[in-house]
């Protein structure tokens, strides 16, 4: 937590968008194919049937000479409008981050359907498993959106994908920790509304008052610290009586270690591969880890079940 809030900062202007190479590049672009007339150019009209904005592609022109220039000047790659620069592939912003979101997608659809092969309908948690991968899969598919066309839209349901996966995670734990507890369902549906209407509540004004880049950012950190800790706890309270919480350690410590990558930033590798697209590699096989988990943790709580139903 102490590492991300030294390294939050704004989004809203870079060194390389603020410089006077790039704005006078910007200019000239804007006045010679944004004016409207018939002498715009064939493939900026093309990219603007791409749902590309001529705005848009002057920047993206002017970005790359700006960048040469900070190279050969020896002062290194500059961020522009809060982003590395990233070649285009198709029309696609961020190729590796995009193709890296539909294989964290690929990994819950899959395991979904091995989760459906292994575990009965019956089984404690089977409902919630299956919310679980709706919510991660429609917070992948955003995520892959957003990666692939950058707008102010796509960008909020990226950030509010990503929160609810980390509110559900911890609504998850706090429903598995109170487990077969007396008044359980009472307090599940207590936590469930509660964090329910927090997200709503959130989402409201995401959209239509503020998108706070640094709150955001500090309300995952918080939720996701919970997460972390609950979980780590419930692990070694549990992990030497039940040898499948091991599975749950793994993708614990996983998930704190991949997140490293969101701090070690750097300009892309070939324009294409930076830490945030490295970050999103690496979450893709820790879905087969939790769902494995899942699996193991749902067979448990069905021995649990018939043990009571036969005390009862």
Request: aromatic share 20%; net charge positive.
């Amino acid at each position: 937590m102490v590492v991300f809030l030294f390294v939050l900062k704004s989004v809203l202007t870079s060194t390389g968008d603020r410089s006077q190479m790039f704005y006078s590049c910007l200019q000239d672009c804007l006045a010679q194919n944004c004016s409207g007339s018939s002498h715009d150019s064939q493939s900026f009209l093309v990219l603007r049937a791409l749902h590309w904005t001529c705005s848009d592609e002057c920047k993206y022109f002017c970005m790359w000479p700006t960048v040469n220039w900070f190279v050969e000047a020896e002062i290194g790659v500059q961020q522009f409008y809060g982003k590395w620069p990233f070649i285009r592939f198709w029309g696609i912003q961020e190729p590796a981050a995009a193709l890296f979101s539909i294989l964290n997608l690929v990994g819950h659809v899959v395991m979904i359907r091995r989760f459906r092969k292994e575990v009965r309908p019956s089984a404690p948690f089977y409902v919630m498993t299956h919310y679980f991968c709706l919510i991660c899969c429609h917070a992948w598919l955003w995520s892959t959106i957003f990666h692939i066309r950058d707008v102010r839209f796509t960008e909020i349901m990226d950030y509010l994908g990503a929160f609810s996966m980390v509110l559900f995670s911890v609504y998850h734990f706090l429903v598995r920790m109170l487990a077969f507890q007396p008044r359980s369902p009472q307090y599940s549906l207590f936590f469930g509304m509660a964090i329910g209407f927090y997200f709503v509540y959130h989402s409201y004004t995401t959209f239509f008052v503020k998108m706070d880049y640094g709150y955001n950012m500090l309300i995952n950190i918080a939720f996701g610290a919970v997460n972390i800790l609950g979980w780590s706890i419930w692990c070694l309270k549990f992990y030497k009586r039940r040898p499948y919480v091991k599975q749950c350690a793994a993708f614990v410590a996983l998930v704190a270690f991949t997140t490293l990558f969101e701090v070690l930033d750097f300009p892309p590798l070939f324009w294409v591969l930076d830490a945030h697209a490295l970050w999103h590699l690496s979450t893709a096989p820790l879905a087969i880890l939790w769902y494995k988990f899942l699996i193991e943790d749902c067979h448990y709580m069905e021995g649990q079940k018939l043990n009571l139903e036969k005390l009862a």
